[in-house]
């Protein structure tokens, strides 16, 4: 009953695109909510996208790694709150994440510490998951650890506070979830062989290793264990599908040094020189994080702290 609903709610709201606003966020959607209830209840993200760019498609985050500079995401992360409240919206719904459902999700109206923390978990895992399975942006572009363990401490106010549901009624419109975003080195992974003289196998081996597996000590959340402890000493939590498959990177690696630019975002521009020096040598990895970092679309891919290439490229500047 709930996927049907989650259906039919959003194929209403892409039909009502055109609705005023304040009609939008009136109407119910999930669970006896409307968009703006649902709004007041979830705890604001604490950062706000595009700060200090990299000019490699990433910016600053809202956690500091462990050299007490900010983890870098990418920079169209966090969302935009609409978008972001839409999909949660479409998630509540369904009842889990409706782009990675084996994650399921519960969204609670009372201010009970148990209810606040189960509504930072869903808005988490629709960070996580809202383009796709995995796909999303990482915890580390919003404050929403240090909220959630302010909570849990009992040493902050609470930051979603409880919102009168309205008397029952069959939902009436929600937001379209995005759409997933295909992998472009998947889809075209057979098509490129050789990019500026060089195959496959000879940009495999000049390419540094990630330095880290996917999938490791999954939270349930559709996060898993970084390469990189953060500022608690912990690893910095990630989406479980980064870093991708080598072959995946190294497809996409070689579509972007064919095109000298990344493929998936025009404006950063890629080179990778195939000598030893130490010039050539950061190219390199920065070439790879920029693959990486933009491997489904602009500012869509895996966090630089999946895996050891920023610490790589530390050791080589230093």
């Given amino acids: 009953m709930r996927l049907s609903i989650a259906f039919c709610v959003s194929a209403l709201l892409a039909s009502s695109a055109a609705a005023p606003l304040d009609l939008l966020q009136r109407q119910v959607v999930a ?121 849990q401490a009992g040493t902050s106010g609470n930051s979603a506070t409880t919102a009168a549901a309205p008397p029952s009624a069959a939902p009436t419109a929600t937001a379209a979830p995005p759409s997933s975003v295909a992998s472009t080195a998947a889809a075209s992974a057979s098509s490129v062989t050789s990019a500026d003289g060089l195959s496959i196998a000879q940009i495999d081996a000049l390419t540094p290793n990630l330095g880290f597996s996917s999938g490791v000590n999954p939270t349930g959340t559709g996060n898993c264990d970084g390469a990189v402890n953060g500022a608690n000493g912990q690893p910095i939590e990630v989406p479980c599908s980064c870093p991708p498959a080598r072959d995946v990177f190294i497809q996409s690696l070689a579509q972007d040094i064919a095109a000298g630019h990344a493929v998936n975002n025009p404006s950063v521009s890629v080179s990778f020189p195939t000598d030893n020096s130490t010039s050539s040598q950061i190219t390199r990895i920065q070439s790879s994080l920029v693959a990486l970092q933009n491997l489904n679309g602009p500012g869509q891919g895996c966090p630089a702290a999946s895996t050891t290439l920023s610490a790589q490229l530390a050791a080589l500047q230093g």
């Fill in 31 to 151: 669970d006896g909510l409307t968009l703006a209830q649902i709004d007041a209840l979830t705890p604001q993200f604490g950062h706000a996208a595009g700060v200090n760019p990299t000019g490699t498609g990433n910016c600053d985050g809202a956690v500091d790694g462990a050299n007490g500079q900010p983890i870098e995401v990418p920079c169209s992360c966090p969302p935009s709150r609409s978008s972001f409240i839409q999909s949660l919206a479409s998630n509540i719904a369904a009842g889990h994440a409706v782009h990675n459902p084996s994650v399921s999700l519960s969204f609670p109206t009372d201010n009970s510490t148990a209810s606040i923390l189960a509504r930072f978990n869903a808005a988490t895992v629709t960070l996580q998951n809202q383009n796709g399975e995995g796909v999303g942006c990482p915890e580390a572009s919003t404050t929403f650890s240090a909220q959630a363990a302010a909570v």
